[in-house]
């Protein structure tokens, strides 16, 4: 595993993970599309939030599943976390937020959400 540092835009919310790039997803679903998301996958153990929990806003929508967080201040969000089909917390990283990753150099796969 390989150590990650990301965050928002305005730099509040600020988070590690602990992931490889590897089985990324680009999904077409109604949020995915909108906000240009790169998702990676990794447990609640792999994650630690370092900054920004009280500026963090939830958004739900459809079954209420997933937290969409975002930063309250700048808007941006650098990750969302749910309870993964094994009733587990999972978080869903968008990669696009970590710092110093090449978002180019990235192999993803597209997901069809859109039609889940
Ligand atoms: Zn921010």
Do not use: W
């Not at 595993?1 to 730099?11: D, E, L």
């Not at 109604?30 to 153990?45: D, N, P, T, W, Y």
């Not at 079954?63 to 969302?80: P, Y």
């Amino acid at each position: 595993m390989t150590k990650y540092s990301g965050g928002c835009h305005c730099g509040k919310v600020r988070y590690e993970v602990d992931m490889e790039l590897q089985g990324l997803i680009s999904c077409n679903c109604s949020i995915c599309s909108k906000k240009g998301l790169i998702l990676g996958f990794v447990g609640e153990k792999q994650f630690s939030l370092k900054s920004g929990k009280e500026i963090l806003k939830d958004y739900q929508f459809n079954k209420h599943h997933i937290h969409h967080l975002f930063c309250t201040n700048c808007g941006v969000s650098s990750f969302a976390n749910g309870a993964g089909p094994d009733g587990s917390l999972m978080y869903a990283i968008n990669v696009r937020c970590l710092d110093d990753v090449d978002v180019t150099t990235l192999q993803t796969k597209p997901v069809d959400g859109k039609s889940l």
